[in-house]
């Protein structure tokens, strides 16, 4: 082979001016490859990056797995049901809580009132299983100690548009029942007003997770006794929230709970509470192997008409090595390790271009994302070796089966037709 590969080198670098130097035609083939490779590479950093961020931002958020009612109804807190799930394999830890969409109510600093729809969450503060704690970028996590009646922990966004800062205080619309319990119609309208609730809470911390919809713009948390209190719902709660310890288990962890309790009481994992998020992630994942299919046919495409070039180029060379006595064989090995030295360098270049691209990203954040839309405010680039080496080899694949279509032409030449061109 050190003869095919020696003639497939001097084919690739021509002498010239005692300098090797690829030719016009083979740079134009070497660059295409780079580029897909890179393209590719960075298409997987950014889908995958995203994906990655955006579960662990929806993980530190909440639960992994949410034990409630079928009908999503409150129920009574059973100390023995939370005991059982705790000691289910795979579960780190569990905690009640308590929910209810309320409306929240302040003033501008002009005196305007202003209303914002809210899904309030009452929570232990001891036991609560979420990472909100390292969130909190103003004021304090919840305490049961805070002498306040609804202590509350509210989004960085909901109080931008509440106008409320540490300390604020605001009105909390509620009913004692919840919304779809309510009744249509009623003889006289005092018995809607009765079931309305109205309380004043205090802010004592604002937090940003980076989640703007349905997350940091809707989500205020308060303690669990003080929702229960305001609710007038003493030890009932929404469900239990469960973490687990291996998160890559949750899917069975979901299921053993599920056999493990009894009715009405169900168990969902994350990606059936948040559907539509983990759907849309799907969705982006979806691109991979069309982009796949694109990168492989211009690199195909590339190794081809280049090789059919130099064959072109070459035809005299050629003839000259069969007058040698070089076999059909050796011409079709001379330009499949043509196309391997084409794609190594290609491939090279590509990882280092993609790499280098990926560095810069990291470093200066040159694409910005609207963080209403795409919850994070830059373009999330991963690193993994892993789609480096499958996107390298892909290419080398893919560039070394197509050189197998010219390199059958070159070994068909006769050799006295191609000396004489």
Request: avoid cysteine; glycine fraction near 4%; hydrophobic fraction near 50%.
């Amino acid at each position: 082979m050190t003869f095919e590969l020696t003639i497939a080198r001097r084919f690739t670098f021509p002498r010239a001016e005692r300098q090797s130097k690829p030719s016009f035609i083979v740079f134009i083939a070497v660059a295409g490859i780079s580029v897909g490779t890179a393209a590719l590479i960075l298409t997987l950093s950014i889908v995958y990056g995203f994906s990655r961020i955006i579960e662990s931002k929806l993980a530190l958020f909440g639960s992994h797995i949410v034990v409630t009612h079928a009908s999503l109804k409150e129920f009574a807190k059973d100390d023995n049901i939370l005991s059982e799930i705790s000691q289910m394999p795979n579960v780190a830890s569990v905690a009640p809580f308590l929910q209810r969409n309320v409306i929240l109510k302040s003033r501008s600093l002009s005196g305007e009132p202003l209303l914002e729809p809210a899904m309030l969450k009452g929570i232990l503060p001891e036991a609560d299983i979420s990472s909100m704690r390292e969130k909190v970028i103003m004021g304090q996590f919840l305490s049961d100690s805070l002498r306040f009646k609804i202590p509350v922990l509210i989004g960085k966004k909901l109080a931008q548009r509440l106008s409320l800062t540490l300390h604020s205080e605001l009105l909390v619309l509620s009913s004692a029942v919840a919304i779809d319990a309510l009744p249509i119609h009623a003889e006289h309208p005092d018995e809607l007003l009765r079931l309305l609730k109205l309380e004043t809470a205090t802010v004592v911390g604002i937090y940003e997770t980076g989640l703007s919809q349905g997350f940091d713009e809707t989500a205020v948390f308060t303690t669990l006794d003080a929702l229960q209190k305001f609710l007038e719902m003493p030890r009932r709660v929404s469900g239990y929230e469960v973490r687990t310890a291996n998160f890559d288990l949750v899917g069975q962890t979901a299921h053993d709970l599920n056999q493990h309790l009894k009715a009405p009481l169900v168990a969902r994992t994350i990606y059936q509470v948040h559907a539509s998020i983990y759907a849309w992630l799907g969705l982006q994942k979806n691109v991979v192997p069309l982009l796949l299919v694109m990168v492989t046919i211009v690199a195909a495409f590339n190794i081809i008409s280049t090789l059919l070039i130099i064959v072109l180029e070459k035809s005299a060379e050629i003839g000259v090595l069969m007058s040698f006595g070089a076999s059909p064989t050796h011409i079709r090995r001379i330009f499949i390790s043509q196309a391997f030295l084409m794609s190594i360098l290609g491939i090279a270049f590509g990882n280092a271009l993609a790499l280098g691209l990926s560095l810069l990203e990291l470093r200066f954040h040159f694409i910005p994302l609207p963080e209403e839309t795409y919850y994070i405010s830059q373009a999330p680039i991963i690193i993994e070796p892993l789609h480096y080496a499958v996107v390298s080899m892909i290419a080398l694949i893919i560039s070394l089966l197509a050189s197998l279509i010219p390199a059958h032409s070159a070994a068909r030449l006769n050799p006295v037709h191609a000396i004489r061109l």
